[in-house]
């Protein structure tokens, strides 16, 4: 049985009722969505809430709906009450937690459909994921109804994504993006880390340093972008069980590839390897 102080909720009538009454008390309500398997980057996406609203909820649940047929939905971890554990030493308020037939009730007739912006990079080689973060999202946000809401940077993609959703649907929500956690050797953490053999663990901060070199070449004005790009992906693909999905330079918000880099502006170095079955992304920030 789950024992914990803060207020778990596995229903959305309750879920609702619990965040309205800090509603109640002239509270500012943070919001940090997940899919559980908690980590120190989810932790620093607490903390940054925590920094900006009185109240913190949480949702952990893993959504179906952003899963490909081949990918790791039945496999993904789901420690529970380790999960719970970390939010209450967090000081999260309220945490939901509900089954797949709470959000998905059925055949779902009205669907979000992610456009242009989700046909690059990661939407690229996940066809219709995008589709299914915006679901489950949307539908998170409806039941919340937060003031603000943190996402990390290492999903850059899907953080812009979800910015155009709430302006387009005229949301009234401010989203947060918090820097990537990493790891002593830079590697960004994530849940799925834990899948990396050995070997493959040893070799998976090669991505970031990639990311960082490229963006060296940006900084300098971008000369011989794209051959540096093509140089470190070759560099990638001969380490053993390696293979690049894309290293691209992109421009923000609406995340489509950039050839020419000019002076003042913001571009993203954004990366996806597969280390075996392991798909690792990542992504720097670059100011010219």
Same mark, same amino acid.
């Given at each position: ?21 800090? @509603?109640?008390?002239?509270? @500012? ?6 899919? +559980? ?53 967090? +000081? ?16 779902? #007739? ?13 939407? @690229?080689? @996940?066809?219709?994921?995008?589709? !299914? ?18 996402? +990390?940077?290492?999903? #850059? ?20 993006? *918090? ?24 070799? *998976? ?12 070449? #940006? ?55 597969? *280390? !075996?079955?392991?798909?690792? #992304? ?7």
């Amino acid at each position: 049985m789950i024992k914990s102080s803060i207020q778990v909720t596995h229903n959305i009538l309750e879920v609702r009722k619990a965040i309205q009454g800090l @509603r109640n008390e002239g509270l @500012r309500v943070g919001f940090v969505p997940t899919m +559980g398997a908690l980590h120190e980057g989810h932790i620093s996406l607490i903390k940054k809430a925590k920094e900006l609203a009185e109240e913190v909820v949480v949702s952990i649940f893993v959504n179906p709906a952003q899963f490909g047929p081949n990918e790791d939905y039945a496999s993904y971890p789901r420690p529970f009450q380790k999960d719970l554990d970390l939010c209450e030493e967090q +000081g999260v308020s309220i945490v939901f937690h509900p089954e797949v037939s709470e959000m998905y009730s059925g055949e779902e #007739i009205i669907k979000i459909q992610a456009g242009a912006m989700a046909e690059t990079l990661c939407g @690229r080689s @996940r066809p219709g994921h995008f589709d !299914g973060v915006l679901q489950v999202v949307n539908k998170l946000f409806n039941i919340t109804r937060p003031d603000l809401v943190v996402f +990390g940077q290492k999903d #850059i993609q899907q953080f812009f994504i979800i910015k155009e959703m709430v302006e387009e649907f005229k949301m009234d929500i401010d989203l947060v993006m *918090a820097p990537t956690k990493r790891e002593p050797d830079g590697l960004a953490i994530s849940s799925r880390n834990i899948y990396l053999t050995e070997s493959q663990r040893k070799n *998976a901060n090669k991505l970031y340093e990639v990311l960082g070199a490229v963006s060296e070449v #940006i900084k300098n004005g971008g000369n011989g972008l794209q051959e540096a790009i093509n140089m470190h992906v070759a560099e990638l693909n001969n380490i053993t069980d390696f293979k690049t999905d894309y290293i691209s330079c992109v421009e923000p918000p609406k995340m489509q590839h950039s050839s020419e880099i000019l002076e003042g502006r913001t571009y993203i170095i954004v990366g996806a390897v597969y *280390a !075996g079955q392991t798909r690792l #992304i990542d992504n720097l920030i670059i100011h010219t």
